[in-house]
């Protein structure tokens, strides 16, 4: 509450009136990039028919009053592929935020879409509204594409192919994130955080004579 008193001689008025409290709703992805209601676009990039990928939203409130209502839902498109993983809070202080976060796991092959809509007490942007969009693809053509990276052609591109003779196909490097597009391998070691081979393709390496 707020008041102001002006004086006139003998006589002294006074007014009162309340701040107007306003929520605002903002949303950010990633953290610290603000998206525009009804023109965001965000992409879960390309992924195998089987596989899941997720993105992690932020929910601001840089307005004066509360943000309540938050509630995170999909509509059209896709939506049945699409889930919301972990919630966020319902209601948010000024100044205040929260996140939630978004997993598609897609059913079909394809480009898979839909609409995020973020619900609160925003005047003017409820919901709001963003574009979630992803690519599916069989696990062959995702292989197919790593192997074109690597700048392998013909019968060396081919999964069951050593091309460099070290002992290890191309599809069990594909499998331990290794890279097909030299010669070697590592052993996978338990909390290293590095790519390698199982024990199982490291024996095949060295009955094939492969140096480490």
Request: net charge neutral.
């Amino acid at each position: 509450m707020s008041s102001t008193v002006i004086s006139t001689g003998a006589y002294q008025l006074v007014s009162s009136w309340a701040a107007t409290l306003v929520p605002e709703i903002s949303v950010e992805y990633p953290s610290g990039t603000n998206l525009v209601s009804g023109v965001a676009i965000v992409e879960f990039g390309t992924l195998a028919l089987g596989a899941d990928v997720t993105r992690t939203f932020t929910v601001r409130n840089p307005g004066t009053g509360p943000l309540t209502g938050i509630a995170p839902s999909f509509m059209g498109g896709n939506a049945a592929d699409f889930a919301v993983t972990s919630s966020p809070a319902s209601s948010v202080v000024a100044g205040g935020f929260t996140s939630f976060t978004v997993r598609l796991a897609p059913s079909v092959i394809g480009r898979r879409a839909t609409t995020l809509r973020v619900a609160s007490n925003d005047a003017n942007e409820n919901p709001f509204e963003i574009w979630l969009t992803g690519e599916v693809t069989p696990p062959r053509q995702l292989f197919d594409g790593v192997a074109a990276s690597s700048r392998l052609t013909g019968s060396n591109a081919l999964p069951a192919a050593v091309p460099y003779g070290d002992g290890v196909k191309n599809l069990i490097k594909y499998a331990f994130n290794m890279s097909l597009g030299s010669s070697g391998y590592r052993t996978l070691s338990a909390g290293t955080g590095t790519s390698g081979c199982h024990q199982s393709c490291s024996k095949e390496a060295e009955l094939h004579g492969s140096s480490r």
